[in-house]
């Protein structure tokens, strides 16, 4: 069976309270060997770390989601920093821009945004960015900010347009695409895909959101990655056991600090 890694997911959600480990023995039935469960607040880290410890095949990130930044506008780039030397945190984030929702005032979105983009090049861990509707200003920032020097990146869940995922490939970037890319009207989505190289994808669910076909508008989670990495095969002409050594072949290589249990 072909491995695969859901690289966001949400199991700290209070969705998944009553069956997590039922949920995540779903997913290993389905060939989903780790789990990344991102971080959106930092002040909730705690709970994050300790689902990392109840399962072994979860690791998790520290960051402040868009719709959070105005929640914790002073946490530090220093704060990031130490709070990612926990042995189980591999990234950082999710941080970013949300134009759709615009729960927080867009100039404190970026100022925090910009504090996780530190982080992650003072660190090596890769930040999970997350753009909504704000594709010319994501641009900006990523351009003005990798002027200062590289930091690894994620495009996660990706529905934006194809300059921003051009400008990220071009910027050394990855980008991840989630259960959208299944939906009937996402064409759009799909041949952004066809041109994201090969090694530059990763897939996730973004459970509890965004199941795909035939689970769409019921709840999400990891197991349904497959169903992702499935429509991505199609997309890229190629069977699933391709996408599924190349996804997690890109997943190892950028997520550093995780351990690669297929040459254990």
Request: proline share 1%.
């Given at each position: 069976m072909p491995f695969l890694v859901d690289s966001h997911c949400h199991l700290?959600?209070?969705?998944f309270a009553e069956d997590r480990a039922d949920l995540i023995a779903r997913a290993k039935a389905e060939g989903v060997g780790l789990?990344?469960?991102?971080?959106?607040?930092?002040?909730k880290i705690e709970s994050l770390k300790a689902i990392t410890r109840d399962h072994p095949e979860v690791y998790a990130s520290v960051g402040t989601h868009p719709h959070n930044a105005a929640a914790e506008p002073d946490v530090?780039?220093?704060?990031?920093?130490?709070?990612?030397?926990?042995?189980?945190?591999?990234?950082?984030?999710?941080?970013?821009?949300?134009?759709?929702?615009?729960k927080a005032p867009r100039d404190i979105q970026e100022t925090v945004f910009r504090r996780h983009i530190a982080a992650a090049r003072e660190t090596g861990l890769p930040l999970v960015i997350h753009s909504r509707d704000?594709?010319?200003?994501?641009?900006?920032?990523?351009?003005?900010?990798?002027g200062k020097g590289a930091f690894p990146f994620i495009l996660h869940c990706f529905s934006a347009g194809p300059r921003l995922a051009e400008v990220g490939v071009a910027l050394g970037g990855?980008?991840?695409?989630?259960g959208i890319l299944a939906f009937k009207k996402s064409e759009e989505i799909r041949a952004i895909a066809a041109d994201v190289p090969m090694e530059r994808l990763l897939v996730e669910t973004d459970a509890p959101y965004l199941a795909p076909p035939p689970?769409?508008?019921?709840r999400n989670e990891p197991a349904y990655v497959r169903h992702t990495a499935e429509v991505l095969a199609e997309?890229?002409?190629?069977d699933l056991a391709t996408?599924?050594?190349?996804?997690?072949?890109?997943?190892?290589?950028?997520?550093?600090k995780v351990p690669d249990p297929r040459t254990a």
């Open positions: 700290d959600f209070p969705d789990f990344v469960t991102i971080s959106t607040f930092v002040s530090s780039t220093a704060d990031l920093v130490r709070l990612s030397q926990d042995q189980r945190i591999v990234a950082i984030g999710e941080a970013g821009l949300d134009y759709f929702y615009d704000a594709d010319e200003d994501m641009i900006r920032i990523l351009e003005d900010e990798s990855h980008v991840s695409f989630s689970y769409r508008g019921k997309t890229k002409g190629v996408i599924a050594r190349q996804t997690s072949d890109n997943f190892f290589a950028l997520f550093s």
